[in-house]
């Protein structure tokens, strides 16, 4: 069974996907982070076509064993803590606008998923990657929590994530390939003044709901 979790940054996606795996016994897929890494390969060789490093690259997502974040190894190397750097975010962004990245990622992810049970998170999990998933969730929040979300996650000032925010979501929203939207049959859930456990716990329904018809 896969569960789709869709959304902009900071609307509480991985937390929620890393958690509801956890409860699940599901095996959680951040597919951001196969975006990040060809944006850290795009930002060491310049000069590359992004779509041939997202071809090449040996993507490892290794699920950590609590409901923490997993290990990403790119090439073999662990490159976790790299790829969340606010200079690779913005390198993920330029390249996931690219439509041969996204088909070389997006059949990375398919490969993924195609047998067990999976959390599958990212921007078009329900509309492209699953679009049979037994379950879409699309999470959003109002825009000042999410940047507020964010900045505490990254240690940085909330008004700079603020702004820069709005750049990605607008590119994310705005591309003409896989842009940023709910799936059909998707639930829309705001996350705004919620706790993780309460999405979790409405998501966890919702799954069994569906797992029973
Ligand atoms: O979720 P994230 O912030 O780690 O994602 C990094 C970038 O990759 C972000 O700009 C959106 C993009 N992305 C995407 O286009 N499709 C996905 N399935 C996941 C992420």
Redesign the pocket.
């Known amino acids: 069974m896969v569960i789709a979790i869709d959304g902009p940054?900071g609307a509480g996606?991985s937390t929620v996907a890393r958690a509801l795996a956890h409860e699940l016994g599901f095996t959680y897929l951040?597919?951001?982070?196969m975006?990040?890494c060809v944006g850290l390969l795009s930002l060491a060789a310049p000069a590359s076509e992004p779509a041939a490093l997202a071809r090449a690259a040996a993507i490892d997502l290794v699920p950590s064993q609590a409901d923490g974040p997993p290990r990403v190894l790119l090439d073999r190397h662990d490159l976790t803590e790299q790829i969340r750097a606010p200079e690779v975010?913005e390198a993920?962004?330029l390249v996931?606008a690219d439509p041969g990245v996204r088909e070389a990622l997006v059949a990375k992810q398919r490969e993924l998923i195609a047998s067990g049970d999976w959390v599958a998170e990212?921007?078009?999990?329900g509309t492209v990657?699953a679009p049979d998933a037994a379950l879409k969730m699309f999470l959003t929040a109002d825009p000042h929590e999410r940047a507020r979300r964010r900045a505490a996650e990254l240690g940085a000032d909330a008004d700079t994530v603020f702004v820069e925010q709005g750049l990605?979501d607008e590119r994310?929203r705005t591309r003409a390939h896989?842009p940023l939207r709910p799936a059909p049959g998707a639930v829309e859930l705001d996350t705004t003044g919620l706790e993780v456990a309460e999405v979790v716990a409405r998501i966890v329904a919702l799954a069994r709901a569906a797992a029973s018809t």
């Open positions: 940054a996606k951040d597919s951001g982070a975006y990040r975010s993920a962004s996931a990212g921007r078009d999990v990657v990605r994310d896989s």
